[in-house]
């Protein structure tokens, strides 16, 4: 069966959600290899034992582990030239990295250096009818290929693509696919790569992580209450009522830009797409390029004080009135409730 590199994506070997979801859309299209880079060159080996169970109940057939200390030591142009080589000896039908803003700028240096095709940003990627007749090769994702979907201008269109050129690379978005467990017990292979002093030129000097608010990370929640313009800048009730749930905060572009909560957490085409169980959205219009990013969310409850808000043609339940009153009210009943 072909294979098909996955990048994993995570933190001192905690393997983050969007490696799952690339490793079952790779059982779609072959074999996932998984391959793993370690963020420190100190306790490489800890990261992958770590990250080991994860990956393999997810399907890897094997781990690829990386450590050559550049790797951590400088951006991402050593990661791509090391991939090439992971690439080189494996020759996989496709490589699958997350849709963020490292993992792009690897795909695309990677898609030069093996000439060949890459879609970012898929939604949905899915192995191609053998009788395909878009005309991809056999080198392009296997028989058929791997058929890659995106979302674009703002959710308004719908394009299936798929690489006629090459390996396929695709970056994909979070919760693109449901992670699907698929026990394994892959075996690690410690795989040495040489990096050029050129892709050596801008290296990291300090990096810290982010303070930790407690709460799920957004892209990964099951419960997001997110917040815009009609919180005035008051985010107090948005999480007061996010804790009482257990959820994870997000933003509209407008709360953002107002300077009212971190861009990290904005919601929205040029923000995060989420797809949660629960999406509340508090104070928010429900300008398109918000619903760009949550409008597939299982449940979606707006709370908003004008009935003819643009959110409230999307939502499963609303409530009309002012969120400083409404949301303390709810964050009080579900305490109450889960006393
Ligand atoms: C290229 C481009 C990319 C963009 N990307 C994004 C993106 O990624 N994410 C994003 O969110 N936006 C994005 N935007 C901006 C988007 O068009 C909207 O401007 C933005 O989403 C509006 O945010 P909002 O709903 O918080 O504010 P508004 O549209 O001003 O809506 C505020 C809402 O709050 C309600 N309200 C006011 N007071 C209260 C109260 N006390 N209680 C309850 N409700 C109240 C109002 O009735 C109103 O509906 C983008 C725009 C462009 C052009």
């Given at each position: 069966m072909s294979k098909v590199l996955v990048l994993v994506d995570h933190s001192a070997g905690v393997v983050r959600k969007t490696t799952a979801e690339l490793l079952t859309i790779a059982r779609r299209l072959g074999d996932p290899v998984a391959v793993f880079i370690s963020d420190s060159a100190a306790d490489s080996a800890t990261q992958v034992q770590g990250a080991l169970p994860v990956l393999g109940q997810y399907g890897a057939t094997k781990v690829i582990a990386l450590t050559n200390p550049d790797l951590t030591q400088y951006l991402v142009a050593p990661k791509a030239e090391a991939l090439q080589q992971v690439a080189a000896k494996v020759e996989p039908a496709a490589i699958l990295i997350s849709s963020n803003a490292e993992g792009k700028e690897i795909a695309a240096r990677l898609a030069i250096k093996l000439d060949s095709g890459l879609i970012t940003d898929a939604v949905d990627v899915q192995p191609a009818d053998a009788g395909d007749a878009s005309g991809a090769g056999a080198g392009a994702g296997g028989a058929g290929g791997a058929v890659a979907t995106q979302s674009v201008f703002a959710g308004n269109f719908t394009v299936r693509s798929k690489v006629t050129h090459g390996t396929a690379i695709i970056t994909v978005k979070p919760n693109a696919a449901t992670p699907e467990a698929a026990e394994t017990s892959p075996e690690v292979e410690e795989f040495d790569v040489t990096i050029s002093d050129t892709a050596?030129?801008?290296?990291?000097?300090d990096s810290k992580p982010r303070e930790?608010?407690?709460?799920?990370?957004l892209t990964e929640a099951a419960i997001i209450v997110s917040g815009g313009r009609g919180t005035g800048g008051d985010f107090a009730p948005i999480e007061a009522f996010a804790d009482s749930l257990g959820a994870a905060v997000g933003a509209s572009r407008a709360a953002v830009d107002s300077g009212?909560?971190?861009?990290?957490?904005q919601v929205g085409q040029t923000g995060k797409t989420v797809s949660p169980q629960l999406y509340v959205a508090a104070g928010i219009s429900g300008a398109i390029q918000h619903r760009a990013g949550m409008q597939t969310s299982k449940t979606i409850i707006a709370v908003n004080k004008?009935?003819?808000?643009?959110?409230f043609e999307l939502v499963d339940f609303g409530v009309v009135g002012d969120l400083h009153k409404v949301l303390p009210t709810a964050t009080e009943e579900v305490t109450k409730r889960k006393s």
């Open positions: 050596k030129t801008a290296r990291i000097t930790a608010t407690g709460r799920p990370e009212w909560y971190p861009h990290a957490y004008d009935p003819e808000a643009p959110i």
